[in-house]
């Protein structure tokens, strides 16, 4: 299959607490859903927490780097695609 | 009358404290031989011993308690069956084994114990995160990869989808921290004890949204045990719970993001096969021990059971009536895990059978015959469905 986005805000947290010395303490995680591919999920970090968003929301996906180097999943709202 | 299946024949807890001066090893020690008096045994009877999760690797320190054969050879058990393992029913896994090997003859008496020393090992910090590498495979691949270092960050997406959905409000979600609370005020054992409001709730600091401080269980050093003992020897025992009904299936992928809806958990799966299993029904039911790592699970858990429908947990346990050790199901009667303290599952087992057999003093809750236990959360779950079963002192 071929997914296309964009892809709908299922849920998010906004974690708050900075796990371990060397934690980050505020960011979000998101999990997006594709309505016309329901066994798909796709989870990552959102791009920007402040304003919160909301389920329902549109996102697309990108992927950065993290701190250990690694491409990690990054969750793009839509409109600023 | 004789009971036709597996039986519960003691419980025993260690000390419980934030940072105890004991191992694990004596912490789990203390436990076990308190569960083989309790059940009117002597160490030599045993003959079975199970854990959860064992020599598992990977884990957080305070995570995984005293080795099984430590255990073994520290009190000289002569065992005709054995079992350590991470994966199964959740926390329930190695009672649900250690009653069927009872049920089958692998052996006559088994002592199942979970060992929690959290506290210790987070020393003067707060909960830790998962500790081991980001991993290439596994459930928790791509999670750990977006970040989500906590379980606290799962059950937040979890909370999130669930209150979206059917409106549930923070302050229906706080009253499972304060019913647990006003239970825990009546446990000695138990950690948090000081009053809690739901200011307090509401003011308390957001660890992973829409989950708080509160809504979080709190780390501990504990080792709770219980002897799983065959149907034919209940003469032999002091007291013993019957095992009316377990509940092990896990029907959907084993991640946590890709469950099919995320208002559920495993705990429905596991609910409903142990449902099938019995001919008793939710109404029948006394009293309810409900997993509370975070608050989240256990309104799940309340609408996996059926003891209120989807989406109506929280209309259900608002205002803490129903819920209370005079409502009509009496919730984590000790404190579960949010004040009682995180031993883990096991310390739901222990309240339920003294609940059964009349132990829980101040929090005794009146005419308690059926028990229905809830552990795990997410994609893990394990039920049991225990009955009262005779006293011989």
């Given at each position: 299959?071929?997914?296309?986005?964009?892809?709908?805000?299922?849920?998010?947290?906004?974690?708050?607490?900075?796990?371990?010395?060397?934690?980050?303490?505020?960011?979000?995680?998101?999990?997006?859903?594709?309505?016309?591919?329901?066994?798909?999920?796709?989870?990552?970090?959102?791009?920007?927490?402040?304003?919160?968003?909301?389920?329902?929301?549109?996102?697309?996906?990108?992927?950065?780097?993290?701190?250990?180097?690694?491409?990690?999943?990054?969750?793009?709202?839509?409109?600023?695609? | 009358?004789?009971?036709?299946?597996?039986?519960?024949?003691?419980?025993?807890?260690?000390?419980?404290?934030?940072?105890?001066?004991?191992?694990?090893?004596?912490?789990?020690?203390?436990?076990?031989e308190a569960a083989v008096a309790d059940a009117g045994l002597s160490i030599d009877a045993i003959d079975g011993l199970a854990t959860f999760p064992g020599d598992a690797v990977g884990l957080n320190p305070g995570y995984i308690g005293p080795d099984l054969y430590d255990v073994q050879d520290g009190l000289g058990l002569e065992l005709n069956w054995h079992l350590?393992?991470?994966?199964?029913?959740?926390?329930?896994?190695?009672?649900?084994?250690?009653?069927?090997?009872?049920?089958?003859?692998?052996?006559?008496?088994?002592?199942?114990?979970?060992?929690?020393?959290?506290?210790?090992?987070?020393?003067?910090?707060?909960?830790?995160?998962?500790?081991?590498?980001?991993?290439?495979?596994?459930?928790?691949?791509?999670?750990?990869?977006?970040?989500?270092?906590?379980?606290?960050?799962?059950?937040?997406?979890?909370?999130?989808?669930?209150?979206?959905?059917?409106?549930?409000?923070?302050?229906?979600?706080?009253?499972?921290?304060?019913?647990?609370?006003?239970?825990?005020?009546?446990?000695?054992?138990?950690?948090?004890?000081?009053?809690?409001?739901?200011?307090?709730?509401?003011?308390?600091?957001?660890?992973?949204?829409?989950?708080?401080?509160?809504?979080?269980?709190?780390?501990?050093?504990?080792?709770?045990?219980?002897?799983?003992?065959?149907?034919?020897?209940?003469?032999?025992?002091?007291?013993?719970?019957?095992?009316?009904?377990?509940?092990?299936?896990?029907?959907?992928?084993?991640?946590?993001?890709?469950?099919?809806?995320?208002?559920?958990?495993?705990?429905?799966?596991?609910?409903?096969?142990?449902?099938?299993?019995?001919?008793?029904?939710?109404?029948?039911?006394?009293?309810?021990?409900?997993?509370?790592?975070?608050?989240?699970?256990?309104?799940?858990?309340?609408?996996?059971?059926?003891?209120?429908?989807?989406?109506?947990?929280?209309?259900?346990?608002?205002?803490?009536?129903?819920?209370?050790?005079?409502?009509?199901?009496?919730?984590?009667?000790?404190?579960?895990?949010?004040?009682?303290?995180?031993l883990h599952g096991f310390g739901f087992v222990a309240e339920a059978l003294r609940q059964l057999w009349g132990e829980a003093g101040e929090r005794q809750v009146r005419d308690v015959e059926v028990v229905a236990v809830g552990l795990g959360g997410g994609v893990l779950a394990g039920t049991l469905l225990l009955t009262k079963g005779d006293t011989r002192s």
């Amino acid at each position: 299959m071929q997914l296309k986005p964009p892809g709908v805000l299922y849920t998010f947290t906004i974690n708050r607490n900075p796990w371990g010395s060397q934690g980050e303490p505020d960011y979000g995680i998101g999990v997006l859903s594709f309505p016309n591919f329901s066994d798909v999920r796709l989870v990552g970090r959102l791009n920007e927490i402040d304003p919160e968003p909301n389920v329902g929301d549109l996102y697309g996906l990108t992927f950065d780097r993290s701190a250990g180097g690694l491409p990690r999943p990054t969750l793009v709202k839509w409109a600023s695609t | 009358m004789s009971p036709s299946k597996s039986l519960i024949s003691g419980v025993g807890q260690s000390a419980v404290g934030r940072r105890l001066p004991r191992s694990g090893y004596q912490l789990t020690i203390d436990a076990i031989e308190a569960a083989v008096a309790d059940a009117g045994l002597s160490i030599d009877a045993i003959d079975g011993l199970a854990t959860f999760p064992g020599d598992a690797v990977g884990l957080n320190p305070g995570y995984i308690g005293p080795d099984l054969y430590d255990v073994q050879d520290g009190l000289g058990l002569e065992l005709n069956w054995h079992l350590a393992t991470p994966q199964g029913a959740a926390q329930a896994a190695p009672i649900i084994e250690a009653a069927l090997a009872v049920h089958h003859g692998l052996c006559k008496h088994a002592v199942v114990y979970r060992t929690m020393t959290e506290a210790s090992a987070q020393g003067s910090g707060r909960r830790g995160p998962i500790d081991h590498p980001i991993a290439t495979d596994g459930i928790l691949t791509w999670l750990l990869t977006a970040g989500a270092m906590s379980p606290t960050n799962f059950a937040g997406l979890y909370a999130q989808r669930y209150m979206h959905e059917y409106g549930v409000t923070k302050e229906q979600l706080g009253w499972v921290a304060l019913s647990a609370r006003e239970h825990a005020q009546r446990n000695p054992l138990a950690i948090l004890r000081g009053p809690l409001t739901m200011d307090d709730y509401l003011a308390s600091r957001v660890i992973s949204s829409p989950l708080s401080l509160f809504d979080c269980d709190i780390a501990v050093d504990g080792a709770t045990a219980v002897v799983v003992s065959a149907p034919d020897t209940a003469a032999d025992l002091r007291h013993w719970a019957e095992i009316e009904a377990m509940g092990t299936a896990m029907r959907h992928r084993p991640f946590w993001e890709h469950w099919p809806d995320l208002t559920t958990m495993a705990a429905h799966d596991a609910a409903a096969h142990m449902w099938a299993q019995t001919a008793l029904k939710p109404a029948d039911v006394d009293l309810a021990q409900l997993y509370d790592g975070f608050s989240i699970f256990t309104l799940l858990w309340l609408e996996a059971f059926g003891f209120c429908p989807r989406g109506g947990a929280g209309s259900f346990v608002e205002g803490g009536k129903r819920i209370g050790l005079d409502g009509e199901l009496p919730l984590n009667t000790a404190g579960g895990q949010l004040s009682g303290g995180r031993l883990h599952g096991f310390g739901f087992v222990a309240e339920a059978l003294r609940q059964l057999w009349g132990e829980a003093g101040e929090r005794q809750v009146r005419d308690v015959e059926v028990v229905a236990v809830g552990l795990g959360g997410g994609v893990l779950a394990g039920t049991l469905l225990l009955t009262k079963g005779d006293t011989r002192s």
